[in-house]
């Protein structure tokens, strides 16, 4: 039976929304013969997030105890997940009924592709708003044709919020970057350079607004520089390996 396994990165001060992202997590259904698993993985020095997780039977929640940072925090559950799928899911995003399974479909369709992701809505106190569109055209995406995407604005970080993927490519990616600003978007250039993937003209999930953001805060701003070098350098050394990812091999 394959398995998808959700990745969430939380973090007490700022999980305000983790209730919203459980119940949506509770009320999705995968295609049959899936199994589900969700990895919550609390960064920081004073754990405080399993008992409202507690009865939900598909979370394997565990906590770092340390600070350790988004990147490192996701790639510790990474060591943890068991599926051949691997879907980011930020800790105060919602997903839509049938998010989990659209993407999934994407993937027995498109048996070349091994990375995908779904247009976001947004969110904030007021209520839904415009739905996000990426900067990557629809449909299938030719390894090799993305290039350099550039986050000043953290646009790319809100598409790579939403990201799916073969578990075994992000493991052989080296996971997220290990840096404080773009280590999605640094996973991302690296995947579109190497295989195939697919941009899903449908919403699935809900981006959240709210003043506890990351990406508010004077220190993220303030590392512009460091995640645009990050990116570009990626790309060029991906480039310059020559690296494919053959796609004979089925993800599950």
């Known amino acids: 039976m394959p398995r998808l396994s959700v990745i969430t990165a939380a973090y007490a001060p700022q999980a305000q929304h983790l209730t919203a992202t459980a119940d949506s997590m509770r009320a999705q259904r995968l295609p049959e013969g899936w199994d589900l698993e969700w990895l919550v993985q609390e960064d920081g020095p004073n754990p405080a997030l399993a ?19 988004t990147a490192a925090t996701r790639n510790i559950a990474l060591t943890r997940a068991t599926g051949a799928l691997v879907q980011v899911l930020d800790h105060d995003d919602v997903l839509l009924p049938g998010a989990l399974t659209d993407l999934i479909t994407v993937f027995t369709k498109e048996p070349t592709v091994r990375w995908a992701f779904a247009r ?12 996000h569109r990426a900067g990557i055209p629809v449909g299938l995406v030719p390894k090799g044709t993305v290039g350099v995407l550039d986050d000043a604005s953290g646009v790319w970080s809100i598409c790579c919020a939403g990201l799916m993927a073969g578990i075994d490519v992000v493991r052989a990616l080296g996971g997220w ?18 295989a195939d993937g697919y941009s899903l003209d449908q919403v699935t999930w809900y981006y959240r607004r709210h003043a506890n953001q990351t990406h508010l805060t004077d220190s993220w701003r303030a590392k512009e520089q460091l995640g645009r070098t990050l990116v570009e350098q990626r790309l060029d050394a991906v480039r310059k390996s020559g690296l494919r990812l053959s796609a004979d ?3 599950w």
């Open 51 to 69: 008992e409202p997780l507690a009865d939900l039977p598909f979370v394997r929640y565990a906590a770092n105890g340390v600070s350790c940072g």
């Open 120 to 131: 976001a809505g947004e969110i904030d106190e007021s209520g839904p708003r415009e739905p």
């Open 177 to 194: 970057v290990a840096t404080p600003r773009s280590e999605d978007v640094g996973l991302l250039v690296a995947l579109a350079e190497v």
């Open 249 to 251: 091999t089925p993800l």
